[in-house]
């Protein structure tokens, strides 16, 4: 069974400009989350989404947005980028939100210069 | 507010035990995991508790007390492939299934 995938796996964008990551999940699994890994931060959630509406958000501004197919396939976009963005995009699946293991993607790298 | 604390770094020694602590105070709780994060790598699921108690997994373990709000992870046997962070992560029970995480403990095994 293949694992979650996630493209681009690196990335650098300058400030001012929106990116667009993706997120393959499992077969199968419904759920996909979206986080962000910083060294300063940790790991901080930013939403989830399953069959294909957001169901939580984390504490991030507006310009941090997503979206789900009907694939269970997920995007998300930050918009007017800035250098704090910069970070590891980490995406993870479950079978369901109430599933308790998540399994997670490899990440993107995203560097905003 | 929600917080989880755990010890920044360990060192430990090849073939030896160590445990990680994790303390949370949360909104609400429904459950605790622990993941297994290598550098530059993906984290990966150890283990997860809901109920008082300790779950054992071959050469991990994972304790938890509600009432306390602390949680541990115990290694045993440890080999350098053990060298990684370990993230503590507590699912709010308020926010349908979030997983809020502790910033890791980073272990580093010598031979």
């Known amino acids: 069974k293949a694992g979650v995938t996630q493209t681009p796996r690196y990335l650098i964008k300058t400030r001012g400009q929106q990116v667009t990551l993706s997120c393959s999940p499992i077969?199968?699994?419904?759920?996909v989350s979206w986080y962000q890994q910083t060294p300063g931060q940790g790991l901080q959630f930013l939403f989830e989404y399953f069959s294909e509406t957001q169901r939580n958000k984390g504490n991030f501004p507006g310009r941090f947005s997503g979206r789900q197919f009907s694939n269970s396939r997920s995007e998300m976009n930050v918009s007017t980028l800035e250098l704090g963005d910069s970070a590891l995009y980490l995406c993870?699946?479950?079978?369901?939100?109430?599933?308790?293991?998540?399994?997670f993607g490899p990440g993107t790298r995203l560097t905003v210069t | 507010g929600q917080n989880i604390d755990q010890p920044t770094e360990m060192t430990a020694t090849e073939g030896a035990i160590v445990q990680i602590n994790c303390t949370y105070q949360t909104s609400g709780f429904n459950g605790l995991f622990w993941y297994q994060q290598h550098a530059g790598e993906a984290p990966t699921f150890l283990s997860y508790n809901v109920l008082d108690g300790l779950e054992e997994k071959g050469r991990f373990s994972s304790f938890l007390s509600r009432s306390k709000g602390y949680s541990y992870l115990l290694l045993k046997e440890l080999q350098m492939k053990d060298s990684a962070s370990y993230l503590c992560?507590?699912?709010?029970?308020?926010?349908?299934?979030?997983?809020?995480f502790g910033k890791g403990t980073k272990l580093s095994v010598k031979p």
């Open positions: 992560a507590v699912r709010d029970r308020g926010s349908q299934g979030n997983l809020i």
């Open positions: 077969s199968g699994h419904r759920s």
């Open positions: 993870a699946s479950s079978l369901s939100s109430r599933d308790y293991e998540q399994y």
